[in-house]
């Protein structure tokens, strides 16, 4: 074996190792997870964006609640019988306020108890769906967020005042501006 084999075969462990390690980590999470369902007599739903560590080409890939993300737990709570409890893990910024309203209407429509449970944070549609549950369990250090709606870059409410407050000349269609934005 020449010193190129090693090379390659360095270079195919060194791609695959993150694999292996996902894999593993899944592995670890789905017996976790069996062991608290068992435990608390429930269903464990898991809604966990971070930011992770093997993204694409290096760079980190940050996640956030999207509509796959609401499918998916939607489905996760319709196959779950009512009389079983649900328990949610939320750990994530937040996302599209379709998909978190997606969610949090269906926790608040179960007939079973819903527990939401936040390890670490539940920003913006993270809240929301936190905020629908019968209860939230934190660990001394969590936080939720303010539920913030954007649209595009833009804060939602201030859209809305701008909206509500600006001048406009309908007759050259023009809004006017002062230094500190519409007036």
């Known amino acids: 074996m020449g010193v190129m084999d090693l090379f390659w075969i360095f270079l195919t462990l060194s791609a695959l190792e993150p694999v292996i390690r996902r894999r593993m ?3 670890t999470r789905m017996r976790m997870l069996a062991k608290i369902e068992s435990e608390r007599n429930s269903r464990v739903i898991l809604l966990v964006h971070r930011q992770e560590t093997m993204g694409f080409l290096g ?8 509509i796959n993300d609401s ?3 939607l489905r996760a709570i319709h196959m779950t019988d009512e009389d079983v409890p649900l328990d949610l893990v ?3 910024p937040g996302g599209l306020v379709l998909a978190a309203v997606q969610i949090a209407r269906a926790v608040r429509q179960r007939k079973g108890k819903v527990r939401v449970i936040v390890p670490h944070y539940a920003m913006s549609g993270g809240t929301l769906i936190a905020l629908a549950a019968d209860e939230i369990i934190m660990s001394r250090h969590a936080v939720l967020g303010p539920v913030d709606p954007q649209l595009g870059e833009y804060p939602a409410a201030s859209l809305l005042k701008v909206v509500r407050e600006k001048k406009t000349d309908f007759r050259s ?7 500190s934005g519409y007036r």
């Not at 269609?173 to 230094?179: I, K, M, P, T």
Request: with cysteine; proline share 4%.
């Open 25 to 27: 980590l899944d592995s």
């Open 59 to 66: 760079f980190p890939v940050v996640r956030f609640i999207d």
């Open 71 to 73: 499918q998916e737990v």
């Open 90 to 92: 939320l750990h994530t």
């Open 173 to 179: 269609g023009r809004c006017h501006f002062n230094q």
